[in-house]
C-alpha cells in the first residue's frame, strides 16, 4: 500500500468555486502534515503547516487533518485564477531532519 | 523574503559524468536537504544534512550521491556517475533547525542524463 495517496487530477473549477482537495495515507504514526503549491517549473511553496488532528485556517484556505481516518483535506475558498497549480500534501513522523513524504500532487486550474 | 537558490537551473550531462548541483540555502537555517522529482512522479526525499554530517538519507542516496558544505553558503549535491534513471528535477530544501520548522525549497535543478 502506497504511503500517502492523493488524485492527481486534474481538477477545473470556475472562479469563486470552493475548492476541495484530499490526500489519504497509511502511517498513523505521522504527526506534521503540511500542503504546499507548486507552480510550473517552480520549487514547492509552504502553504500550510499543521501539528496532529483539527484545522487550522489561513484567508482563503482552510487545512483539515483526521488522524482517526487519516485524511488530510486543503479548501480553497473564493478560488482565483491565481490558485491554478499543484497542490501537493506531505506529511512527516516529526523531529527536525526527518523526510516529508509527499503525495504525488492534484493539478488544479481555476477560470475566469 | 530570503530564498533558497539552487544553480544551475537546467544541466545536460553524459551517462558516467559526474555532476555537482549547487544549492544557496536561506542563511539563518541550519539544516538542508535535497529532494527530487522524476517527471510525472512524486517529489521523493534523498537527504537531511546538519552540523556537517548526513542526519538522515532514503534508500535512493546510495554510493552513488555525497553532499557537502564546502564553505558557509553552499551546499551541494554530487552524483558520481550519473545514470540515464537519474534525470529528474533536483530540489534542495532548508529549515530553521527548531522542532519542526517548515522546509523552504529552492526552485531545483532539471538534470538531464543522455
Known amino acids: 500500500q502506497k504511503e500517502v495517496e492523493q488524485d492527481p487530477g486534474p481538477l477545473s473549477v470556475p472562479e469563486g468555486a470552493i475548492v476541495s482537495l484530499n490526500c489519504t495515507y497509511s502511517n498513523s504514526a505521522f504527526q506534521y502534515f503540511m500542503w504546499y503549491r507548486q507552480y510550473s517549473r517552480k520549487g514547492p511553496e509552504l502553504l500550510m503547516y499543521t501539528y496532529s488532528s483539527g484545522n487550522k485556517e489561513d484567508g482563503r484556505f482552510t487545512a483539515q487533518v483526521d488522524k482517526s481516518s487519516k485524511y488530510i483535506s486543503l479548501f480553497i475558498r473564493d478560488s482565483q485564477p491565481s490558485d491554478s497549480a499543484t497542490y501537493l500534501c506531505?506529511?512527516?513522523?516529526?523531529?527536525?531532519?526527518?523526510?516529508?513524504?509527499f503525495g504525488k500532487g492534484t493539478t488544479l486550474s481555476v477560470s475566469s | 523574503e530570503p530564498e533558497v537558490t539552487q544553480t544551475p537551473s537546467h544541466q545536460v550531462t553524459q551517462m558516467g559524468q559526474e555532476v555537482i548541483l549547487r544549492c544557496v540555502p536561506i542563511?539563518?537555517?541550519?539544516?538542508f536537504y535535497w529532494y527530487r522529482q522524476i517527471l510525472g512522479q512524486k517529489v521523493e526525499f534523498l537527504v537531511s544534512?546538519?552540523?556537517?554530517?548526513?542526519?538522515?538519507k532514503s534508500e535512493i542516496f546510495d554510493d552513488q550521491f555525497s553532499v557537502e558544505r564546502p564553505d558557509g553558503s553552499n551546499f551541494t549535491l554530487k552524483i558520481r556517475s550519473t545514470k540515464l534513471e537519474d534525470s529528474a528535477m533536483y530540489f534542495c530544501a532548508s529549515s530553521v533547525g527548531t522542532a519542526n520548522s517548515p522546509l523552504h525549497f529552492g526552485n531545483g535543478t532539471r538534470l538531464t542524463v543522455t
Open positions: 542563511s539563518n537555517h541550519l539544516y
Open positions: 544534512f546538519y552540523n556537517n554530517e548526513i542526519s538522515e
Open positions: 506531505a506529511m512527516t513522523l516529526g523531529g527536525t531532519g526527518t523526510a516529508l513524504i
